[in-house]
Structures are given as structure tokens and as C-alpha cells.
């Protein structure tokens, strides 16, 4: 029996995390945490009984407390919350599923309490990379990619170890607004930003694909995630989003790793590695595929992905704001306070004014987001 616990359990990723855990009988939910979705945070507490739940909203964790209470459930709120959540005793993995920043300090208590992470949440590499790989390395725990990009790039370097590689080719799909223009992109609305052609994922990150920051956000984990300069990274556009991404090693051999958009996949695989289980779904059928289709991203239009290669050159705290302006940019926009295009203009305005912090501490990276935030609300 492996037991784990999910950080972001209500969400796209956490939710299908425990579709993993419902077919598979040696998987147990020992601790479960959200953000605000009481409603379903309940019903996953019925039916998979963790020993432990962490809610944000401490209000919230009363309501539950009193919904659960025949339950022999103990209930937990706020970051203090989450970090028991992530550093409960009895749990081998943790999935960190939230988005968001928040999710940085749980993470780095859970690698000091030597729990294995299944790693979905961007920002902890993004942001702490320099803190977070070295610290993993200290306490011998297993950093393991759960995002489709990561996986496939660890799925294709298993067994590659003694072998230098060359390139990494990040695969994007493009999202909804491929081959648009910037003229075509003003008017956008947040209905038309949350079609994702491939995708089924959450809001933040869908449009983020929209934008193509998630792209930008991506390079900075993979540098981290496997030791490879910004310059050996490469992001190229796979619109059917069946390659989801590919190693080119110094012999020129390129291995790829392809599927059906099925993040199951990535999820099951960093929960049982280096084993391969059955996973029940649709399979890639290439008799019916007329070709391939491989792209330029076009850098002009969305302005991310060269955001993101300056943030990497500028380094120290650079990433923290490229992160926390778009996160900030993002949340905007989903309100409708701002237009699509305007979330590369905050970013662009924030990172041209902030002055770098070298080597920067946790409390730094925290500190950067509170004064991205404040910038912000000033200039809007």
C-alpha cells in the first residue's frame, strides 16, 4: 500500500489524482487539502476517509469540522494547515496540485520531512528552483513532474543517465488563439481565452496556455527539473497535442514522448515510478493521423515565452516576478478588470522596474510577490 496526500485536491489535477487512486486498490488517501471548494472537499472526504484535511478559510474548516463530524477526521486551516497536510507522518508522496505561489512552503516542508513529490504546482520550481532541487538532493527525496511536458521529457531521459543531452523541445499546443494576431486578440473575452482546443484543465492555467506564459513558466521548470542552460531549451507548437515533448541527446537521436491529452497519465506515472500500469482511456491511433504538424511559436504576439527566457537571464528574483505579475495579471483578467493583451503589458512593466535580489531566500520570493501585488493594484 502507498499512501499519499493531495495539496490542491479539488482541483483538475487533484480530482483526477483520485480517479487514479479509485482503480487502483493499492493507493491511499491519508491527507487531503483545497482552497475553498467545501462542497466537493466533503464528498472527497466520504468517500476516501484521510486521517487529516486542510482547508484555507478557517470558517470554512468549521463548517466542515461540523458537516464531518462522524468522522474521525482531524481538520486543519490556513498555511499552517497545509504544511501538516504535506508533512503528515503516515503519507510516502505528496501531490501538489494548488495553484498559486501558496503552494512553495508546503512543498519545501514536505521535502525536509522526506516525502517524495509528485510536483504539479509550477510556481514552487519557477519561483524557489535554486532552493527547491538542491534541498531535494540534501534529503534523498525524488522530485517527480507531473506536468505533461515534464513527464514526457522524464519519460524519454529514464535510463539516459550517463548521456549528455543536447536539447529539450518543450511541446506547446498553441491554445485557442493559434495563427491569431495581436489586433485579432484585443477584444478577446474570457469565454473565448477558456476554449482550450485539447486541454480540460483549470481557469489559471488555461489561460495561461491562451497567453502562452505557461510555455515561459514551463522553460523555467525544466531548466531546474533536469540542469539544462535556457539556451538548450526550445519551445515548438504541436497543435494536436500528441507529442508532449522530446529530448535531443548530443548524438543528435531525438526521443519523443506521444499520447492522447490525458493528464491521468503524467499523474499515474510519477505515483508509481519507474512501473507502468494499465490505464484505462483512449489510445493514439496512427493509422487515422494524416501527419504531424510541427510550428515556430510566433514570439511577437505572445510575448511570454521571451518574458520568461529574460527572467531566467536576469535571475535571482527575476522568475518571482514574471510569476507573480502574471499571476496577479491573470486573476485580473478572469474578473474582466483588464483585456487579454493587457496581462503581457503588467507583466512587461513589472519586471522593467523591479530590482533583482540575488540568491534570493523564501521570505524574499514571498516578500517580491506581496510587493508585485501592491505595484500592481497602484498602476491598475
Excluded at 464528498?43 to 468522522?71: H, M, V, Y
Excluded at 538542491?134 to 534523498?140: C, D, I, N, V, Y
Excluded at 489510445?283 to 493521423?289: G, I
Excluded at 510550428?295 to 515565452?305: A, I, Q, R, S
Aim: charged share 25%; glycine share 6%.
Amino acid at each position: 500500500m502507498k499512501y499519499i496526500s493531495i495539496i490542491g485536491s479539488t482541483g483538475s489535477i487533484g480530482t483526477q489524482s483520485l480517479d487514479i487512486v479509485r482503480t487502483n486498490e493499492d493507493l491511499k488517501v491519508v491527507a487531503l487539502a483545497a482552497g475553498s471548494n467545501i462542497t466537493l472537499l466533503e464528498k472527497q472526504a466520504r468517500e476516501f476517509k484521510p486521517d487529516i484535511i486542510g482547508i484555507w478559510d478557517e470558517d470554512k474548516a468549521k463548517e466542515l469540522r461540523i458537516a464531518l463530524s462522524e468522522f474521525d477526521i482531524r481538520i486543519v486551516s490556513g498555511m499552517d494547515g497545509l504544511i501538516e497536510v504535506a508533512t503528515y507522518e503516515k503519507a510516502e508522496i505528496v501531490i501538489t496540485a494548488i495553484v498559486g505561489m501558496i503552494g512553495i512552503k508546503p512543498t519545501v516542508e514536505a521535502i525536509k520531512a522526506g516525502k517524495d513529490i509528485a510536483l504539479a504546482n509550477k510556481e514552487t520550481l519557477v519561483t524557489a528552483g535554486h532552493i527547491i532541487m538542491p534541498l531535494a538532493k540534501e534529503k534523498g527525496v525524488n522530485i517527480l513532474p507531473v506536468d505533461s511536458e515534464h513527464s514526457a521529457i522524464f519519460q524519454c531521459i529514464h535510463g539516459e543517465e550517463n548521456n549528455k543531452i543536447s536539447r529539450l523541445l518543450i511541446t506547446a499546443s498553441g491554445g485557442p488563439f493559434r495563427g491569431k494576431t495581436r489586433k485579432e486578440l484585443e477584444n478577446v473575452t474570457v469565454s473565448d481565452a477558456l476554449k482550450h482546443p485539447n486541454w480540460s484543465m483549470g481557469h489559471k492555467i488555461t489561460i495561461d496556455s491562451a497567453t502562452m506564459v505557461n510555455k515561459g513558466l514551463e522553460v523555467i521548470e525544466a531548466r531546474w527539473l533536469f540542469d539544462v542552460e535556457p539556451s538548450h531549451i526550445e519551445v515548438v507548437v504541436q497543435p494536436q497535442s500528441i507529442i508532449h515533448s522530446m529530448v535531443e541527446f548530443n548524438d543528435g537521436a531525438v526521443k519523443a514522448q506521444l499520447g492522447t491529452p490525458d493528464m491521468k497519465l503524467p499523474i499515474q506515472y510519477a505515483l508509481f515510478y519507474p512501473e507502468r500500469r494499465n490505464l484505462a482511456g483512449e489510445r493514439l491511433d496512427f493509422t487515422k493521423m494524416n501527419g504531424i504538424i510541427i510550428e515556430k511559436p510566433d514570439k511577437e504576439v505572445f510575448k511570454g515565452l521571451d518574458f520568461a527566457y529574460t527572467s531566467l537571464e536576469k535571475g535571482g528574483s527575476m522568475p518571482t516576478v514574471f510569476n507573480a505579475a502574471n499571476e496577479k495579471a491573470v486573476a485580473l483578467f478572469l474578473n474582466e478588470k483588464i483585456k487579454f493583451l493587457e496581462i503581457y503589458d503588467i507583466i512587461e512593466k513589472c519586471m522593467s522596474v523591479h530590482k533583482i535580489i540575488q540568491n534570493p531566500t523564501l521570505e524574499d520570493i514571498l516578500n517580491t510577490q506581496n510587493e508585485v501585488n501592491e505595484y500592481i493594484n497602484k498602476i491598475i
